[in-house]
């Protein structure tokens, strides 16, 4: 099996229905198991694998996933380009719900969560660098692709607050993430991002916002209105992905 792009399916993407699956594989990994099977398939005529970050049936939550598992499993599999996808809340005004961003920038507020490969083993204490969280090349051919289907989506540097969760943020911290420069926000982006840059794997994001974040508009944020934004957002990441994996050729997708 030729090594693939993988696809993290995140809120409102456990499947994608465009994918043309022919092999699930369970895979066993020293960090336990991966939040689900891996989904082998072809989209649009290229070898890709599908993850759902949540499980299939969305039981896990964002503190509970099992991170390591996953990009350990994608990695083991040959996987060295990763696009995730995950539901955000929006910060900034121009981040709406339905809108697709691409963040370039992150900051970790999580905690408690495994988050490195780098420990419990006799090597030398290894500091990856981080200065530039997301694959720079793979974004530009979220961005290329999102302009060139004309989808409603925000193309300029954008920073991520992962927070913990499950719960949503209180209008203070949303006012203190916008203090610290962030942009969107959601729970699943750390330590994803890190963990795939221990292992050197490509890693970019396609954020699809579904509220605004608390304290952005008056009232609660409800789970109705997040699942009825994440419905149409959902349409344009399964465009959007298709046409990206077109553009990419076989030879790229393998090379890290
Ligand atoms: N905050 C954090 N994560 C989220 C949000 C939010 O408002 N919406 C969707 N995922």
């Known amino acids: ?6 696809i993290i399916g995140g809120t409102g993407l456990t499947a994608l229905d465009n994918l043309l699956i022919n092999r699930r594989e369970t895979v066993a990994t020293p960090y336990g198991v991966p939040s689900s099977p891996l989904s082998w398939g072809t989209l649009a005529g290229r070898t890709v694998v599908f993850l759902a970050r949540h499980g299939d049936r969305h039981s896990l939550p964002p503190h509970r996933i099992n991170y390591r598992a996953n990009l350990w499993a994608l990695h083991q599999r040959g996987v060295r380009r ?15 719900p339905g809108v697709l961003a691409f963040p ?3 900051i970790d507020y999580t905690w408690g969560r495994a988050s490195t ?11 990856i660098d981080f200065t530039e969280p997301y694959c720079a090349t793979l974004r530009a051919r979220l961005i290329d692709a999102a302009r060139m289907l004309n989808l409603e989506a925000v193309c300029d540097p954008c ?17 203190r993430l916008e203090r610290d420069g962030c942009d969107i926000v959601g729970m699943t982006g750390m330590p994803e991002a ?9 890693y970019a994001a396609c954020a699809v916002v579904a509220n605004r974040a608390a304290g952005k508009v008056a ?10 934004n994440l419905v ?4 344009q990441t399964r465009m959007l992905l298709e046409r990206v994996i077109s553009t990419l050729d076989e030879t790229e997708i393998r090379s890290s």
């Not at 990763?82 to 709406?96: C, E, K, L, P, Q």
């Not at 991520?160 to 969760?165: I, N």
């Not at 943020?169 to 006012?175: G, K, Q, T």
């Open 117 to 127: 490969f780098f420990e419990d083993h006799p090597a030398p204490v290894t500091h």
């Open 104 to 106: 370039d920038q992150i």
């Open 1 to 6: 099996m030729l090594p693939a792009l993988a």
């Open 194 to 202: 890190a963990l795939a840059r221990e292992l050197e794997m490509r």
């Open 232 to 235: 149409s957002g959902m349409v």
């Open 219 to 228: 009232g609660p944020i409800t789970m109705a209105e997040i699942e009825r």
């Open 159 to 175: 920073t991520y607050a992962a927070t913990q969760g499950p719960r949503l943020e209180s209008a203070a911290e949303v006012r």
């Open 82 to 96: 990763i696009i995730a996808v995950a539901a955000v809340g929006g910060i900034r005004a121009d981040m709406a």
